[in-house]
């Protein structure tokens, strides 16, 4: 079965897709979500950091590893 980090890495996406990501009290993914409309996204007040496709995949990598060290 396949992975959310393993369908980034294989996949193309649009360019314009940006994600951001919850985290919870241990410093964990909780959720990742893709935004469509990343120009509405960023004008709200409480916007989170959009990331990039690279970004995303470096972040979901580092959080495997903590996982599998815990």
């Not at 996406?13 to 919850?22: L, T």
């Not at 959009?50 to 470096?58: A, D, F, S």
Request: charged share 35%.
């Amino acid at each position: 079965m396949i992975d959310y980090l393993q369908h980034l890495k294989r996949s193309t996406q649009c360019k314009s897709n940006r994600w951001i990501v919850k985290l919870n009290d241990k410093g964990l993914i909780k959720e990742v979500k893709l935004i469509f409309n990343p120009k509405e996204y960023v004008t709200l007040s409480n916007a989170r950091k959009l990331l990039k496709r690279k970004e995303l995949i470096n972040i979901l990598e580092n959080d495997k590893a903590k996982r599998k060290a815990e």
